[in-house]
């Protein structure tokens, strides 16, 4: 069964840090792209952070450049946003997807883990 697992959120206060993984089971995620989104309730989905398949070329939303890190292990089939002086802002629940680009295009979405910046 193809499944996309995230762990790693909780309650953190202002300045904190957190890692989040998705490990991936039913599918190596070698050949995917893969993405870091976080939702809060009555606003867009944001996409955060990008990782490339191959070279692993990592993207930022500009409202998290230079405190979260992005990377990648595909022997694990495991992905990580390592995220740093954490803000109020960045409280939401963070999605992991799995994006296939070739002929047969398609993605999978985890269910998601909550991180909240409190004091």
């Known amino acids: 069964q193809v499944q996309l697992v995230e762990s790693g959120g909780g309650v953190v206060p202002p300045g904190g840090s957190l890692r989040l993984s998705c490990v991936a089971f039913?599918?190596?995620?070698?050949?995917?792209?893969m993405n870091w989104y976080r939702q809060v309730p009555g606003k867009k989905r944001e996409l955060v952070a990008t990782?490339?398949?191959?070279?692993?070329?990592?993207k930022y939303a500009d409202s998290v450049k230079g405190r979260f890190t992005m990377s990648r292990d595909d022997v694990e089939s495991i992905v990580y946003l390592q995220m740093s002086d954490l803000k109020p802002e960045d409280t939401a629940v963070y999605l992991c997807?799995?994006?296939?680009?070739?002929?047969?295009?398609?993605?999978?979405w985890g269910q998601g883990t909550q991180v909240t910046v409190s004091s």
């Open positions: 997807n799995a994006h296939y680009a070739g002929d047969s295009e398609h993605e999978y």
């Open positions: 039913g599918f190596t995620t070698k050949y995917y792209e």
């Open positions: 990782i490339g398949n191959g070279g692993g070329r990592t």
